[in-house]
């Protein structure tokens, strides 16, 4: 059996993407309530008393709201590193001992033969990371939240087969949009998040002969359209002289409806 995903929710109002071989799942973030944690679960047959942990990315609410409740009702792991450890635990209620795990940053972790690798970025949170998986030479790449890939970031995930990608919003939208100055200086900034244009320049830079799929995730809801996006990535693609659906294709993620469980 090949490793295989869904992206259950993206977007500002809640994030969380499932990962599974045949002997090991896990859940990146859960940013929705419990009970929409298990309605998104059962839109894609899966239990989430089988996950064997949930790896967190970042203590901001749109990632952690579900985490503890669901971690105490179905006695789940959770993985997080330090800092984030600290910021996250007087918003996520207790959690036993044993149900407490660090990650650190840049580190990479086994269960079985699932290789999870995590990687920093740059966000406004206490120490921000994502992960790439890697099972029986097939790489699936998760990254969201960073106002800029860096260097070091292109390398650590370039060449996934899959890459969820964040494309968050649309720069003229953002600047003409209702939100005060401040936050849109924050999404603007290089601690906030990345655009459509600067997405596709990124995805340029680590698209390889393995890519075959890029779903591009974490649209505003208020900044971004997935037809915009799509648009967007495309034309910046093909500028770079990548043609979009000859080798790779490029697929929506969505708040509160999960992409079909999918091989890597």
């Known amino acids: 059996m090949s490793m295989h995903f869904s992206v259950l929710a993206s977007g500002s109002t809640g994030n969380a993407v499932y990962v599974e071989t045949e002997q090991q799942a896990f859940l990146v973030d859960a940013g929705l309530s419990g009970k929409q944690m298990e309605l998104l679960f059962q839109q894609i047959d899966r239990n989430v008393a089988n996950l064997n942990g949930i790896l967190v990315t970042h203590e901001h609410s749109d990632h952690i709201k579900g985490i503890g ?8 792991p959770i993985f997080a590193n330090q800092k984030t450890w600290s910021a996250m635990e007087g918003l996520i209620g207790e959690i036993p001992t044993d149900l407490k795990f660090t990650f650190e940053m840049e580190a990479v972790k086994t269960f079985g033969g699932l290789q999870i690798e995590s990687f920093g970025v740059s966000h ?3 120490e921000p990371m994502f992960y790439v998986f890697h099972y029986e030479g097939k790489k699936l790449v998760i990254i969201t939240d960073t106002g800029y890939v860096s260097d070091r ?3 650590i995930i370039s060449n996934a087969d899959v890459f969820v990608f964040e494309s968050n919003h649309d720069v003229e939208m953002l600047r ?9 200086q924050r999404i603007l900034s290089d601690v906030g998040h990345v655009s459509n244009e600067d997405a596709a320049l990124a995805m340029s830079d680590v698209i390889g002969d393995q890519t ?4 591009l995730a974490h649209l505003s809801k208020d900044n971004n359209m997935k037809e915009l996006a799509r648009m967007s ?3 910046t693609l093909q500028s770079q002289g990548l043609g979009v659906g000859e080798t790779f294709q490029l697929y929506d993620t969505d708040p509160k409806t999960p992409t079909i469980l ?3």
């Open 69 to 76: 409740v669901l971690a105490r009702k179905y006695q789940l």
């Open 124 to 126: 406004d949170a206490i």
């Open 153 to 155: 970031m292109k390398g």
């Open 176 to 184: 003409m949009g209702r939100y005060p100055w401040s936050i849109k």
């Open 212 to 215: 075959k799929r890029i779903y």
């Open 233 to 235: 990535v495309t034309q």
């Open 262 to 264: 999918t091989a890597v």
